[in-house]
C-alpha cells in the first residue's frame, strides 16, 4: 500500500511520468475552473438571488472579514488569492469522503508549491505596497546585521508552511489507511469523517497563516496595511 500519492504512477506524458499527486491536483483545478465559470454565468445583482450565489457571497464575505480581522484594512487585494488557496484546500479535502481518492495535500511536492505559492504571493503584495527598495529594506530590520537571519526565516518559515500542512494531512490518511485495514468497516466511517474534519480545518489554518505572512510583508510602519 502507498500512503505517498507520489509512488502512484497513472501514466506517461512523452518521457514525463505522471503520478496520482498531479492527476488529481489537475482534476481538482479543473473541477473548480468550470464551477467559477459556471456560477460566475448567473451571477445577478438582485435582492432575489440564488441559492448557490448566496454562497459564494457568505463565502467571499466570509474569507474578507477573516483577512480583515488579522488586521489588513484592505483586504479587497488580497480575497482572490487568499480566498482560491482556502477554496482549492477545502475541495481538495472534501473529495476525501469519495472511495479511492488519494488527497493531494498528503504529498509534501503539493503542500510545498502551495507554500512557495504564497511566499511568491507575500513578495508580490509586499512589493505593491511598499515598492521594490521598500519592501527590501524590511529584511533588513531592525539593523543590517538581520539580513541574512531574516531571509533564512523566510524560507524556514515557507517550509514550515508545507510540512504543517503536509504532516497533519498525511497523518490522517495513515490512520484511516490503517484502521480500514485492522478493523470493520463502522469505524472506519467514524475516522474518515474526523480526518474530513482535521482537512476543513488545516484549511483554514493554512489560508489564516497565508494572509497573516502577506499582512506583515505589506505593512507599513504606523500602519496596519498601505
Not at 488569492?81 to 503539493?110: D, K
Not at 511568491?120 to 546585521?145: C, D, H, M, R, S
Request: glycine share 8%; hydrophobic share 55%; net charge neutral.
Amino acid at each position: 500500500m502507498n500512503l505517498n500519492p507520489d509512488e502512484i504512477i497513472v501514466g506517461h506524458l512523452w518521457s514525463l511520468k505522471i503520478n496520482l499527486t498531479v492527476l488529481t491536483t489537475w482534476f481538482l483545478m479543473f473541477f473548480l475552473i468550470i464551477c467559477a465559470r459556471l456560477i460566475s454565468k448567473r451571477v445577478i445583482s438582485d435582492v432575489h438571488i440564488s441559492r448557490w450565489q448566496g454562497c459564494i457571497e457568505m463565502l467571499v464575505l466570509g474569507v474578507k472579514n477573516q483577512i480583515e480581522e488579522i488586521g489588513i484594512k484592505k483586504a479587497d487585494k488580497y480575497v482572490g488569492f487568499l480566498g482560491s488557496l482556502f477554496v482549492f484546500l477545502f475541495v481538495a479535502n472534501l473529495f476525501s469522503i469519495i472511495p479511492g481518492y488519494r488527497v493531494p495535500t498528503g504529498s509534501l511536492s503539493t503542500t510545498t508549491a502551495l507554500a512557495t505559492c504564497v511566499l511568491v504571493a507575500e513578495i508580490i503584495f509586499g512589493i505593491t505596497n511598499k515598492g521594490f527598495w521598500g519592501f527590501l529594506k524590511t529584511y533588513a530590520q531592525p539593523n543590517i546585521v538581520m539580513l541574512p537571519f531574516n531571509i533564512i526565516s523566510e524560507f524556514s518559515r515557507t517550509f514550515a508552511l508545507a510540512v504543517r500542512l503536509f504532516g497533519n494531512m498525511m497523518s490522517g490518511e495513515m490512520m484511516v489507511s490503517i484502521l480500514i485495514a485492522l478493523t470493520p468497516f463502522f469505524f472506519p466511517m467514524i475516522m474518515t469523517a474526523f480526518s474530513l474534519l482535521i482537512g476543513m480545518i488545516q484549511a483554514y489554518i493554512f489560508t489564516v497563516l497565508a494572509a497573516v505572512y502577506i499582512a506583515a510583508a505589506t505593512q507599513i510602519q504606523g500602519e496596519t496595511d498601505g
